[in-house]
């Protein structure tokens, strides 16, 4: 499976939207989600997709949370 179709299954099982850049569309969230980030802290979580190796090898390295929340590889 490739990552496209990896992708396509997790969207097409309800596990997750498609992937969008938070710096240049936002978060996807519902208008009560929306709301709730003004009048409380939700958790909204994130998935970094990587362009290469390197690039995430130097994400995890500069990012800790990437390091402990990983509890998926251990």
Known sequence: MD???W???GIEKG???PPVCY???GLPLSIEEET???EEDPCVHVVRMY???EQAKAVIEN???SQWRDHYTL
Do not use: N
């Open 23 to 25: 710096t240049h569309d």
């Open 15 to 17: 596990w997750c939207g």
């Open 3 to 5: 990552f496209d179709e």
């Open 63 to 65: 990012h800790s949370p």
């Open 36 to 38: 709730l980030l003004y």
């Open 7 to 9: 992708m396509k299954h």
């Open 51 to 53: 362009e290469s190796e």
